[in-house]
């Protein structure tokens, strides 16, 4: 028995099929360009359609397919809150995809549970009962296993970190994306490496050679490596948001390990070792002493590993 894991993301779409061991077999990557709403849909069932007629020629079958998207599914309704694909502030995916593959098993949950989810599969959570994913990546969000389940909160929503409050005064500039994403997040590096930009009118180094607006989060990480003065500032800063957001996750939860994932780290896996110093300096004394900080065992696949491996459990959980 063959499962497809998927990956939707903010502009692309993932996907790979697995043997039961957790091999893969076959991945494929398509943009999404400017699709939105149902295009997006149909560009989902328009591949697990390839895959399957792919593995029918093979003599074999796909018994499960599980997606991860960027935001917010509903258990109840089964419709998916994804802010980044337009179109889909309440999009009935799960209703779609059984509709299309009555004979599949179909799972869907959130990019950042089935991050975490990938890690206890295939990567570096394996065999822990109690992990954090922190996954920084656009932006931020939090797969939590808590006793071996991953939390998901009343309104299937806990793990929605970026909106943490680790500054004060509130400021209105967090209300669409949060105080920690705001500042620490992919978009969150860009946009405050701007910001500063702005107000050091004398500044002459490596980012001012860029276009404000066209300056990304590889830009700053590529200054970094320089000691470009600005760039130095941005990284910082977020060494510390990061820092202290580990040490509320492990304050909150004792976990065995926290996951560093996601995009950012990429780059950031050489600030491993500071982030841990900083949180260190904000977390429950025997906890910090107790948990193992690490970078994602599974990289950019984490995702689709935790869809496909929620898909294999919806299989065995029926049998």
Known sequence: MLVLGIDLGGTKLALALFDSGGSILKKESVALGSRSGKEVGKLITEKVS???KHVSLQ????????????GI???GSGK?????IPGWEDYPLMDEMKKTFPDIHVTI???RACCMSGEVWKGNAENCQNAVFLAVGTGIGAGILVNGEILRGSHDIAGAIGWMALNRPFEHKYINCGCFEY???GEGIARVAREILEREIDYTGELRNINPEEISSYDVF???QYQDPVAVQVISLCVDYWGMAVANLVSLFNPEKIILGGGIFGPAIQLIPAIREEAFKWAQPVSINQVTIQQSGLGGEAAVYGAAYLALKSILKDR
């Open 50 to 52: 390839e895959f399957r």
């Open 59 to 70: 003599g074999d079958m796909i018994g499960a397919t599980g997606i991860s998207v960027p």
């Open 73 to 75: 599914f509903h258990i």
């Open 80 to 84: 998916v809150w994804a802010p980044n």
């Open 109 to 111: 949950d959130s990019d």
């Open 183 to 185: 500042y620490a997040s």
């Open 222 to 224: 590529s200054a970094y």
